[in-house]
């Protein structure tokens, strides 16, 4: 039997029919008047998704390059940075921190827990020296919501630069950049934007934008003033990804005629789904609170083959999710609810959960898990307007 | 009048159509074993490509972003490199160089004129402390071809090494790394290759994975350690640009069902057409000798306003050019015949250039020039087998 193939892992995500047909446009010139039009309208739209009056920068790379174009522009070898680590991303700011040469506090915590801005506060009263906070809104890893507002409340009224990888936020749960006070907001192409993963988006607020100026980037292919320059004229530093931005036009079309609270309402209403399917299940949500709105962690019983159960529900039921990461391989699924995934979409992510984890041995749960996550789907759909 | 658009620049290029329905296929997950599949059989089409057993490292970055990660593997500050610099790709690399804290002896050329081997040895001899000579297989801006195989002969039995941009090159017209030991090799996607811009690809020798060996790349995003480690794997460390690499598979299967020759013969009969066109319409070619495959560059009368001559061809014919950049704005005509394009398109670039040149009060030229141009194509075909 031939299901349909369903993408409900956490990144890169199903993609509309209208950015499909825009991706296999046939090429146009990036320095010409057409295209100029595109990353004008795109400008307008990221600026208008991250809730910012500063340029959104695009960058063709993957998230990463973003992160590493963050800490290139933003701090110099020798300073310092906390860096809230409680996942694989989180690892990755220190990673990349690291080979920076920045100095490094880190708040490590257990995977699938927020930090609390207590401990940010904390951390920041005990080292003045502290020149930013480098943090995910979303824990990709985990499935855990960081308090991004919050955070910005502490780092905002001190000389400490709040850098957030948005990469499975923007799009998928609120980070109004300006509005709560965010320094630098970064996201990829492949979650809640509907498109492939090769672009990345990078905005900075005044002040970073200060500290930015006081140190030219070593590194040319991530030069953000000279990014802000070209941005201005309508054009890239270098050739971009022509298709992957015509795709963006499109699906910052479709963002746009529904509005941003509507997006959001969206995604509230499949996390609820989801965790509430899975609870009827009897399986184990793995982040209780602070959870994100692009995914949901499932905590498998201890011993359960948790690799066979994803091939499981890929083999035979169309439906591809995404494992643990590092100690957590093999011992959670990770389900993905972001970008161009609707509620059926779930329904079936859902049965080919249960299905795939009474094949691995797991108990079946109650029998109206169906009905209890469309429940709940409807409910979240009816009260978060 | 509504013509087709012939966008006959020297990147972006057009593409085939198998090429776009594989970019607009919807998204699978990279880290699944489908795709590991598609990374395993574009390696190898990668190999024979750029004529390598060492690894093609896929990036996601512009070709630009290619060069970034040469310098930053392969030297480390203070270490002294040769650049040749015959255009604004030449200087680019100067300015990669510089960023990275590089030394460096410039070889500075009129823009239009070919390196000198003897030039190169002569640096060399000069100064045994430099470690590596960059320069272009093909400069871009000028249409230039270096003399790679050449260069080759005198770095190869040198501790120096040779690092070449052929982004207008591979796929274009001959570089075999291994064959002329070639250190470095990189391309981009959106020249020969058929595809949008957004990948680059980039190749090392044994000798040069030594120098890699020996000092960890700082920036975490262009590490070609943990690429090649990936790469292995049938993996890339980053997420990469997944609808490209689709449309990569594809192109690089439309290339190996023609072989090398076959793709070279085209691309040199099609210099020769378009060579012979101008002339025929009694305009100067910019580059007498040592021209690249892939575009050729008109030189135009002085006080004769490009800009509109460009503008006029897109008006009113559909033919999408290029200008020059720098001091050559405004006062030539790239004209790329790279990529998907065939003798039609150039009948149809001749026929736009004429017209354009001459709505802008140039002189009419040969009235055979269609025919002459043809007979250059048909007997490049046939002897260049």
Redesign the interface.
């Known amino acids: 039997m031939r299901n349909k ?1 369903r ?1 409900l ?1 956490p ?5 509309p029919e209208e950015v ?2 825009a ?8 320095r ?1 008047a057409g295209f100029k039009e595109v990353l004008h309208r795109v400008q307008e739209g990221l600026q208008w998704l991250f809730g910012t009056r500063q340029p959104v920068l695009p960058l ?6 973003a992160m ?1 174009a963050a800490l ?1 522009n933003l701090f110099a070898p020798g300073e310092r940075v906390l860096v809230v680590d409680a996942g694989k991303f989180g690892q990755r700011w220190g ?2 921190a690291q ?3 920045l100095e490094i506090t880190a708040i490590r915590l257990p995977w699938g827990v927020a930090v609390s801005p207590a401990q940010i506060q904390e951390a920041l009263d005990n080292d003045p020296s502290i020149r930013g906070v480098l943090v995910q809104a979303s824990e990709t890893s985990t499935g855990v919501l960081h308090p991004i507002r919050e955070i910005a409340e502490i780092t905002k009224v001190r000389e400490t630069l709040l850098v957030v990888d948005g990469i499975s936020a923007v799009a998928i749960s609120p980070c109004p950049m300006d509005d709560w006070g965010v320094d630098c907001l970064l996201t ?1 192409s ?1 979650k809640g934007l509907m498109l ?4 990345a988006f990078i905005a900075l607020s005044p002040r970073a934008w200060n500290e930015v100026e006081r140190h ?7 030069d953000l003033l000279r990014e802000r320059e070209n941005c201005g004229k309508n054009q890239t530093l ?7 931005l015509n795709g963006l036009d499109v699906s910052l079309h479709l963002f746009r005629k529904q509005g941003l609270e509507e997006i959001f309402r969206k995604q509230w209403a499949l996390t609820c789904m989801t965790r509430a399917g899975v609870q009827a299940l009897g399986l184990d949500l793995m982040v209780k609170e602070n959870y994100t709105w692009g995914l949901t962690s499932i905590l498998l019983p201890q011993g359960m083959d948790g690799q066979r159960l994803l091939e499981i529900a ?1 083999r035979d039921y169309g439906v ?1 999710m ?1 494992g643990g990461q590092d100690h957590l391989k093999g011992r959670i699924v990770r389900l993905g609810h972001m970008g161009h995934v609707d509620f059926a979409d779930i329904l079936a992510g859902i049965y080919a959960l249960r299905q795939s984890f009474k094949a691995c041995g797991g108990h079946s749960g109650s029998r109206d898990y169906l009905e209890i996550s469309l429940a709940a789907y409807q409910q979240a759909l009816d009260h978060k307007t």
Do not use: E
């Open positions: 193939l993408l892992t990144g890169p995500t199903p993609l499909r047909l991706l296999a446009q046939d090429m146009v010139h990036h010409k063709t790379c993957s998230g990463s390059g590493n290139w990673d990349i080979s920076r040469g990829g492949q492939p993963p090769g672009l030219p980037c070593a590194v040319a292919y991530f270098f050739t971009p990804a022509i298709n992957l890929a591809v995404a």
